[in-house]
């Protein structure tokens, strides 16, 4: 039996999930939620038996000083609550950890146990996933749910995906099982520009969550790095003629894809999002302005940006040709275990909400 001593009851509480490590491309999904657990200041009241789910030898835990006494941290996943505030407060309880390395079905039970007590409405789990989409566009995000009736009242996908599946589709069918709403938000990381950490992906699901949940997220300094990310992907881009050259095709890819986008229902509906962030008392920087919008300069901090973690290089690999057999290794390799493959991303938001 779960107890929770001390923590409060909660107002319309959602749960917001994210783990490091397979379903985290550029460490987005994972910085996003530590995002809104520093900026709310939240307060942790639970982690999970660190030996229950973690083979120390995957993820080590970590020796470190505190005043000339020696500690050791744990890998594990724990649980927070922040309260949001505002004209209509709510409060948000955020699980951020590492995806498990066994006992998965154990440690879904324990997670919805908690949401179960909390009396949690739903819960949205945050991924990322590597693709094949220019870091100069805006990011793609995909909202996804399992859940019919929930994919037509909330305007998300209806997952179809049928494949390999991390902790992230696991405890999303977890939640439709035991009827709790669950849906699951996908950002799409450049697979070229896959070192973490990506603030603009990370602006990116803040922004579609703020959508989902009607809450405003404050931004803090993320928008700035997110403008101070994209400068520096963009001047060691323009060093490279080949560089250049694909990150020119992937745009054109992009541009050519999104072309029916550009609807009037899709742009009254961008509109309304834009006037929602513009309200008065809102501040000068808004989730959702100026780093969500194409061409957007941001500047970085080293030559890591643009590489190829699997080969080393410092250049994005031309793109596989039909019979070159190394697409799917390519993706799985990149990122330190991040996952995402350039077919999944193809698909919009129903491979991410399984990846």
């Excluded at 995002?35 to 307060?43: M, N, P, T, V």
């Excluded at 909202?143 to 996908?157: F, Q, Y």
């Excluded at 990150?247 to 072309?259: F, G, K, N, P």
Aim: hydrophobic share 35%; net charge negative.
């Amino acid at each position: 039996m779960i107890e929770l001593e001390g923590v409060p009851e909660l107002i319309d509480p959602v749960m917001i999930c994210a783990f490091e490590g397979w379903n985290d491309a550029g460490d987005a999904a994972s910085s996003a939620v530590a995002h809104l657990d520093r900026e709310w200041k939240g307060e942790v009241f639970a982690a999970l038996d660190a030996e229950d789910y973690y083979d120390f030898q995957v993820n080590r835990p970590t020796v470190w000083l505190d005043g000339g006494v020696r500690k050791i941290t744990w890998p594990t996943t724990r649980l927070s609550v922040v309260r949001t505030g505002g004209p209509k407060p709510r409060d948000l309880v955020l699980v951020r950890g590492i995806e498990p390395s066994m006992r998965w079905r154990s440690f879904c039970n324990e997670i919805l146990g908690f949401a179960h007590e909390l009396g949690v409405e739903m819960v949205v789990v945050l991924g990322s996933l590597l693709g094949d989409t220019p870091h100069t566009r805006p990011v793609p995000v995909s909202g996804v749910t399992s859940d019919p009736d929930l994919a037509r009242t909330m305007d998300l996908e209806e997952s179809r995906y049928e494949g390999p599946t991390g902790i992230v589709g696991i405890l999303q069918e977890a939640c439709t099982h035991a009827g709790v709403p669950a849906v699951s938000l996908w950002a799409a990381v450049p697979h070229y520009v896959s070192q973490p950490p990506n603030p603009k992906a990370t602006l990116a699901l803040l922004n579609r969550l703020e959508d989902l949940i009607d809450l405003r997220v404050p931004l803090g300094e993320l928008a700035e790095d997110a403008r101070a990310w994209q400068l520096g992907v963009d001047q060691l881009a323009a060093e490279d003629s080949e560089v250049a050259e694909y990150v020119q095709s992937l745009e054109e890819a992009r541009d050519t894809a999104d072309l029916p986008e550009a609807s009037g229902e899709a742009i009254a509906r961008e509109f309304e999002r834009y006037l929602r962030r513009r309200e008065p008392g809102a501040g000068p920087a808004q989730p959702g302005g100026l780093a969500a919008e194409p061409g957007l300069a941001e500047s970085g901090r080293d030559g890591s940006y643009l590489r190829d973690t699997a080969s080393g290089r410092t250049r994005p690999p031309k793109p596989p040709t039909k019979d070159d057999g190394k697409g799917d290794g390519k993706d799985e390799g990149r990122g330190e275990g991040k996952d995402s493959t350039k077919g999944d991303e193809r698909e919009a938001g129903e491979q991410g909400s399984e990846d």
